[in-house]
């Protein structure tokens, strides 16, 4: 069975610097699509960033990219200039892409505090 | 373009009583999946539906829990006889394409908040 990682419950940013949270998963697929996910206060879940496991480039979307170590089974989030919209749970995601279902599965997720 | 739509967003139930959850899928999305997130935890999958059918329920409890997805309407996720373990935030995503095709991104409603009494 496919489990995500999270092993970060708490991390802490000064604003405008850098942040990298850390993530691994386990499967024994080679095509999948991982994400992550992010949930502010108010509870909404929110895309980030997505990335297919077959493309070898890292993800970016503008203050967010990932480090994608497919061998390592590790997937990284970098938030680049951190603000303090960006405090949120973060949660990252794998999906198989032929799992019948499509359903995703969550890693405990990462709670990031920006401080000011 | 509205996004997943869900209603009620808090709903308050007392144990024994029924609680249904609605749930629109983007416009053009015709996939829908509903997870649940238990305070301080990570969502978890409970049922993938397409209209008229269920794809997968393998996260669905046996008992009380039932899904569905009619030609017309919202989804609905319904639980029966609720106790208080049943308390947690209850999401539906969906999302446009289907297995074995390329894979789509799952976009999330706000949530259904449900406490028990």
């Known amino acids: 069975a496919q489990t995500v990682t999270q092993s970060q419950p708490e991390m802490s940013v000064q604003e405008a610097e850098t942040v990298t949270l850390s993530c691994t998963y386990d499967?024994?697929?080679?095509?999948?699509?991982l994400f992550w996910y992010k949930q502010p206060p108010s509870r909404q879940m929110i895309l980030v960033i997505r990335?297919?496991?077959?493309?070898?480039q890292n993800a970016t979307e503008n203050r967010f990219s990932v480090n994608f170590q497919k061998a390592a089974k590790s997937f990284s989030l970098k938030i680049s200039d951190s603000q303090l919209g960006d405090a949120a749970m973060y949660f990252c995601?794998?999906?198989?892409?032929?799992?019948?279902?499509?359903?995703?599965?969550f890693g405990q997720g990462t709670e990031l505090s920006v401080k000011p | 373009n509205a996004g997943v739509m869900q209603n009620p967003r808090h709903l308050v139930r007392r144990r024994g009583q029924e609680a249904r959850l609605r749930c629109s899928p983007m416009k053009g999305h015709s996939h829908v999946y509903w997870y649940r997130q238990l305070p301080e935890e990570g969502l978890k999958f409970m049922v993938y539906?397409?209209?008229?059918?269920?794809?997968?329920e393998s996260g669905m409890p046996k008992e009380r829990f039932s899904a569905e997805f009619p030609k017309e309407g919202p989804s609905i996720l319904r639980i029966q006889q609720v106790v208080r373990g049943d308390s947690a935030a209850y999401f539906c995503?969906?999302?446009?394409?289907?297995?074995?095709?390329?894979?789509?991104?799952?976009?999330f409603g706000p949530g259904t908040r449900l406490t028990v009494l």
């Open positions: 499967t024994s697929e080679s095509d999948y699509y």
């Open positions: 990335q297919e496991a077959y493309k070898q």
């Open positions: 995601a794998y999906r198989w892409i032929y799992n019948q279902g499509g359903k995703l599965i």
């Open positions: 995503a969906s999302s446009t394409t289907r297995t074995g095709e390329r894979a789509d991104t799952q976009y």
């Open positions: 539906l397409q209209k008229e059918n269920i794809i997968d």
